[in-house]
């Protein structure tokens, strides 16, 4: 049996996603913002990981000044075959290529570029499900949970999607000083980012991810200066307009009131480091984490 259309269109464009990550990270390496050595680490650790997905051939040829016949007799001198990707590399053949790559591949110096990444944009532009993609395809990336006032909508889980909280207690963390930011929504409810998962991820190396609205990204600005602020836009305003209708989870006022906040939103995102279209979620997740530089990949080489 033929798999449904839906299923080939949703194969057809994780596949398409991921060939752009692989891309990613191999100009990373080209260019010398990511090296080598770093890719091959975070390929070993994770094999969901869009590295352990890469030829080591294909890793080979991003080394700059490295072409194919060189590449053909290097491989062949570490007995690796040209289609062995690296997560299917043997014991040996893995401590092999290490070997080579920190001897022959250029360093790169720790970058100035903060770990910490707000991703921020208007309602409906897909936020939450660019965020979600990331957290469940780039391991190395911590996704911050905020707390907020609201209730769940379906399918949102208490502690992953967000920590649902009364006003007591969100109050009572506000007093505490317990929030890294936070802002009324909508003139409704409140959001607000917990400091200490993030002060924790952050002191052990980890690259961190705010999925949070535009008040928020800058108080976190004012706050953590180093922060790279990243704003996500829709294909057109008709678009928005209709990802926000067709979710069903607001009533009629409630969707003009979201309208009339994002064509402020929309105004705000000069004030961003980076602008990312969400046309297709894999594609926008892709380009987030690039903007990012994987930098879990490049903490770990910082510490070889």
């Known amino acids: 049996m033929k798999p449904p259309e839906v299923d080939r269109v949703a194969a057809s464009r994780a596949a398409v996603a991921a060939r752009r990550a692989r891309a990613s990270v191999k100009r990373a390496v080209n260019e010398r913002r990511l090296s080598a050595v770093a890719v091959l680490d975070t390929a070993l650790s994770s094999t969901e990981s869009v590295e352990a997905t890469m030829r080591v051939r294909d890793l080979l040829l991003s080394i700059p000044g490295l072409g194919p016949v060189r590449v053909d007799r290097i491989m062949g001198r570490l007995e690796i075959a040209a289609s062995k990707r690296l997560s299917g590399l043997g014991v040996h053949q893995q401590q092999r290529l290490r070997e080579f790559l920190v001897k022959r591949a250029p360093r790169v110096e720790q970058p100035e570029q903060s770990r910490l990444v707000v991703l921020a944009g208007p ?53 505490a000083g317990e929030f890294l930011e936070w802002a009324v929504v909508h003139n409704k409810s409140r959001y607000g980012t917990p400091r200490t998962p993030i002060d924790t991820a952050l ?24 922060a790279t602020l990243v704003f996500l836009l829709p294909p057109t305003w008709e678009e928005l307009v209709r990802r926000l209708i067709g979710r069903g989870t607001e009533s009629l006022e409630e969707q003009e009131r979201r309208l009339t906040t994002a064509r402020v939103e929309l105004a705000a995102q000069d004030e961003f480091d980076h602008r990312v279209v969400n046309r297709d979620v894999q594609a926008a997740a892709a380009e987030v984490v690039e903007l990012m530089q994987i930098q879990k990949a490049i903490d770990l080489h910082g510490k070889e």
Do not use: C, H
């Not at 002191?203 to 004012?222: F, P, T």
């Open 123 to 175: 309602t409906a532009v897909g936020k939450g499900t660019v965020s979600t993609y990331i957290r469940e395809n780039y391991p190395e990336v911590l996704l911050s949970v905020s707390a907020t006032t609201r209730a769940p909508r379906p399918g949102e889980v208490d502690g992953v999607s967000y920590y649902f909280i009364d006003d007591d207690e969100f109050d009572r963390m506000v007093a």
């Open 203 to 226: 002191s052990a190396g980890r690259s961190v991810l705010l999925e949070i609205d535009i008040q928020g990204a800058r108080q976190v600005k004012a706050a953590m200066p180093e």
